[in-house]
């Protein structure tokens, strides 16, 4: 491939997302990859780790993009493509051994959630539930007196949705004193704004339908560690459950990772501006967003993140006869440029009341709305949110 780990950890990320992943400089060699639809490949004799064999042990078309973001996580190792998020929480739930406990945020994406209570009813392993934010509270979860030290720990930061923010450097550490393996989910820092693997984690895990492929049009998800034997581990559990990625989401997960610098520049410094103005708006009772001063996460996020992203959560006020929730949901109809829709990370700015989904944990508020920060203009963004914000009280 074009770049070397070598060369690519003497390149800013900017420019990695850039040139990771490309066929060989020669000559009329295609600047892109191809796209290779094939399900299985021409072999004779034993068929041994290096041989490509079938189309769900491997796909040429995968490899540029898990180079790239092996690369970009400052991983020694490619990362492992999966066909969703969830086919990687799956693959990485499975490091857990049989009895083991997991201590997880309470406030994960809710689909990590949902499998991970589901497993753990079905007695494959114990759940230990946590606020992320709270050191003490983590590390006594990870080694308690009396029991199972933790086999692994979940980190999601900041969270989804409520933007708590974990000590990832002290709370590795502990679980690693414990035994421990370290997850980390990175969906919404991107390695341009957090890389956990620095911070102390075992593997980290994206789900590549958000910033990395950028568009809003696939469904991906990665896995990424610099540690061999997990990623056999990781590598065997995608081929035998079969959570693998069409050739084409592949092709297109690259192709929307070469702008990631830029969408992630426009987009936070866009999320900076709006958090400072949605802040003071009257009819916004709660804002989290670990670039303001106040937030209560600002000191931790400082200190190992390079952004602070682009998600944002606020609180919207009762008015009138309406609820927060009903005033929420009277807000996010009323918008024109903003999508209502789910899902984050896209060139569009999208905005969303939590609780609607029935799987969200009720300690979410009600009357929380999330919002995505694209990349249109900084101006348009903001005229259409505070003339959906001053038509509540009307
Ligand atoms: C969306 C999301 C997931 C799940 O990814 P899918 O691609 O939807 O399967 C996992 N973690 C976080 C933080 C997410 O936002």
């Known amino acids: ?99 083991g406990a997991l201590v997880m945020p309470t406030h994960s994406y809710s689909g990590s959630l949902v499998m991970a209570s589901e497993l753990a009813e079905k007695g494959f392993f114990e759940l230990r539930l946590v606020d992320i934010a709270d050191t003490d509270a983590v590390i006594a979860q990870l080694a308690p007196a009396d029991g199972n030290p933790a086999a692994m720990l979940w980190l999601e930061s900041p969270t989804n949705p409520m933007l708590g923010i974990a000590d990832i450097r002290a709370l590795t550490q502990a679980a690693h004193d414990a035994g421990a393996v370290v997850v980390t989910d990175n969906t919404f820092s991107t390695p341009l704004v957090q890389q956990p693997l620095s911070l102390g984690s075992d593997v980290v895990l994206h789900s590549v339908t958000k910033y990395l492929a950028g568009h809003s049009d696939v469904v991906l998800g990665a896995l990424v560690t610099s540690n061999q ?16 990625a069409g050739p084409f989401e592949a092709w297109l997960a690259l192709r929307g990772l070469r702008t990631l610098a830029l969408r992630i520049e426009r987009s936070q410094a866009s ?36 952004g602070f992203g682009s998600i944002l959560c606020i609180q919207v006020a009762p008015v009138g006869g309406l609820s927060g929730a009903d005033a929420a949901d009277k807000l ?3 918008l024109q440029l903003w999508l209502p829709a789910t899902s984050l990370g896209g060139v569009e700015s999208l905005i969303e009341r939590r609780r609607r989904h029935t799987a969200e944990p009720v300690s979410v508020p009600d009357n929380l709305v999330r ?13 259409d949110l505070q003339q959906a914000l001053d038509a509540l009280d009307s």
């Open 332 to 334: 996010v109809r009323a």
């Open 229 to 244: 034997e997990l990623r056999d581990t990781l590598l065997h559990h995608r081929t035998i459950h079969g959570g693998i």
């Open 371 to 383: 919002l995505s920060v694209g990349i249109e203009n900084v101006e348009d963004l903001w005229s």
């Open 1 to 99: 491939m074009s770049l070397s780990q070598h060369h690519a950890a003497s390149l800013s990320a900017e420019t990695v997302v850039v040139a990771a992943g490309r066929p060989p400089r020669e000559r009329d060699e295609p600047v892109n990859p191809p796209i290779v639809l094939s399900s299985t490949y021409f072999g004779t004799g034993a068929l041994d780790d290096g041989d490509r064999g079938y189309g769900r042990y491997s796909n040429p078309t995968w490899d540029p993009f898990e180079e790239a973001l092996g690369q970009l996580e400052g991983a020694a190792l490619p990362g492992l493509l999966y066909a969703s998020g969830l086919a990687a929480v799956s693959s990485a739930l499975s490091l857990i051994p049989a009895g």
């Open 271 to 306: 999320a900076a501006v709006l958090a400072e103005r949605l802040a003071s708006h009257p009819r916004v009772e709660g804002i989290r967003y670990p670039g303001l001063a106040t937030d209560p996460g600002h000191d931790r996020a400082k200190s190992q993140m390079s």
